[in-house]
Structures are given as structure tokens and as C-alpha cells.
């Protein structure tokens, strides 16, 4: 084999390598990712929504009135006034209803609910009060994370579709070359597969192939040593039977007796016969 193989242990070893090399790239990139965009001041930040929250929630502490025109985006208020009524109401369609329980829950002792990822609050102002809602999450989470896992899922299937796909070659070539020997076609030659195990197959299937080989062509040639000297033998019994023929031929031209008759015709007949036979010899 002209091409180096690589063993089967040593390329599940690169395969394992590779998608260990993979997986820890990917890996860092999402740590730093978290560490300086998610945790940081970008606008991927978690805590954007809060801080935005927290500034307005002071500066309406500071004036001591609930500017709704400032509302930061991204949150959820309801305003309501002294009387019960509502005044203001910002907030999503699918948050409304949990913002609307909490503000009938909370009370100014008991303003502020973290549930998961949401957070409740309450502002109390002279004649009104709001009631806040925001997450804390990063702007399209799910997305990031879809992300991070679609390229987790990459990094192993398109290696191992690599491997297979090279696996699946080796073999066929092997089958290729099987195959070539079960149609009997002895002249043909072992392809190097890029595996060590399949190579070594293909070496021992083609040291059987070259004893065959070898074999068939002792065995054709002492046929041929064979039918030659068969047809040496008949060429040499086709000249004195040709002689015993033709002196059978004269002497029956001659006047004789019923019983000499009766012999030349027999041994006539009978050279007749073999030199049938060894035409026959002489023909194969």
C-alpha cells in the first residue's frame, strides 16, 4: 500500500480530538459572550431593562410624581389612580393579566415579587400608584441559545458524518475488490483504503489471489505438457497404423481364402477404430 492508513483507533482518536476542539471553541466563545455582552453594557445585557426600571423608578422618587412619558421600553405599567381608576396602562398582551393580579395583591408593605425571570413592582406616588413588570433576560435569549445549541449539534454530526461517509468508502472499495474476485477476475488489484485494518484484509486477500493465481497457471501449463504428448503418442500411432492399413488394403486385392478374408476385414475394422480414436486425440 503506497498510501500511509490510518488505524481505526487513531481515527475515532482525531474524531474525538476534533470534536473536543470543536465543542471547547464554541464553548469559549459563549463564556466570553456571557462575560462581556449579556453581563456588560451592550445592548445584549440582562439587566438593561432593570437599570432603565431602576433609573425612572428614581426619578420619580425625586419628583415625586409617576411620569409616564419616561416609562422605559421593554417593561409593563399599569397606573392607577387613589379612586381605583386606571390612568395609564402599557403593557403586553401577555402580561397584562399576571400585572393585573399583582396589583390587586400587593400592598405599599409588600411591593415587590420576583417570580422566575419576572419581576413585580410597586411605585407609590400621592394620588396614584404603578405597578411595574420586566424580565430579566437578554434581548432574543431563546434566539442566542438556539444558536449556541444548533452549532453544538453541527460540531458533532458534520464530523461524524465525515467519519461515516470515510468508513463507508473503505468498505466499498474492499466489497469493489471482492467482488472483482467472486466474477473471477483474477487481474485485479487491492486499492489502498485510507484505513489500516481494511488494508491489511485487502493485502491477505490478495496474497490468496496471487497463490490462486500461480496455481491455475501450473495447472494450465502441465495440461498443455499433457496434451502435448498425447498428441506426440497419436501422431506416432497414425503412421504404422496407416502402414498395417494399407497392407490389409493389398492383401485383400489378392485372392484368398474365406477365413484370411475374414481376418484382414477384422484387422481393417479395427485399425479403422483406432485411428478414429486418435483423430479425436488430435482434435482436442
Sequence with gaps: ME???LTISRLIGIYIAVVSVLIGFTSLVAIIFI???LKGESSFAADNVEKAVEAWIYDCQKSGEISTA????GADIIV???DGEVSFVKVSHSNEKALRKFARESSPENG???HGKNVYLRLD???ESAFIHYCVSAP???LILSIFALAYLLEVLIPTVVLVKMIKNSLSK???YTESLGSQDLSASPINTGIYELDQINVATDGMRRELVATMEDKWKKEQDSKAQMAQIAHDLKTPLTVIRGNADLLMEKDCDDESRESLEAIIRNSEKIAMSVLDILEK
Design 3 to 5: 498510501k500511509r492508513s
Design 125 to 127: 406616588a400621592v394620588d
Design 112 to 114: 415587590r415579587k420576583l
Design 140 to 142: 432574543h435569549e431563546y
Design 70 to 73: 419616561l416609562f422605559p421600553e
Design 35 to 37: 462575560t462581556f455582552f
Design 174 to 176: 474492499v466489497l469493489d
Design 80 to 82: 392607577i389612580s387613589a
